[in-house]
């Protein structure tokens, strides 16, 4: 699902998640499998990766005019998190 461009709305995706916690295992492995299609379909799109120790894994989704949404994805699998994603940004 993220093979295409994104909307032209979109401005950001930040994506926070713990570098070791089991939480956000599921958001580690997404980010190493779709991170690279979404910068290839949108390669002018700031995608930011935060890991702190503790964070619980969420994504931020800001679009024009400053609005911002975000989900929770702690201790989702890896394609409940590309779901919960793809809702956030369609």
Same mark, same amino acid.
């Given at each position: 699902?993220?093979? !295409? /461009? @994104? $909307?032209?709305?979109?401005?950001?995706?930040?994506?926070?998640?713990?570098? &070791? *916690?089991? /939480? $956000?295992? *599921?958001?580690?492995?997404?980010? @190493?499998? &779709?991170?690279? &299609?979404? !910068?290839? +379909?949108?390669? %002018? @799109?700031? #995608?930011?990766?935060? =890991?702190?120790?503790? &964070?619980? /894994?969420?994504?931020?989704?800001?679009?024009?005019? *400053? #609005?911002?949404? +975000?989900? =929770?994805? %702690?201790?989702? $699998?890896?394609? %409940? #998190? /590309?779901? !919960? #994603?793809? $809702?956030?940004?369609?």
């Amino acid at each position: 699902s993220f093979a !295409k /461009a @994104l $909307s032209p709305a979109l401005r950001e995706i930040r994506i926070l998640c713990s570098q &070791t *916690g089991q /939480a $956000s295992a *599921g958001t580690r492995q997404f980010i @190493l499998s &779709t991170y690279p &299609t979404i !910068k290839q +379909h949108n390669p %002018d @799109l700031p #995608v930011m990766i935060r =890991e702190a120790s503790g &964070t619980p /894994a969420r994504v931020f989704a800001r679009f024009e005019r *400053g #609005v911002e949404k +975000h989900v =929770e994805l %702690d201790n989702l $699998s890896s394609s %409940d #998190v /590309a779901s !919960k #994603v793809a $809702s956030l940004l369609s």
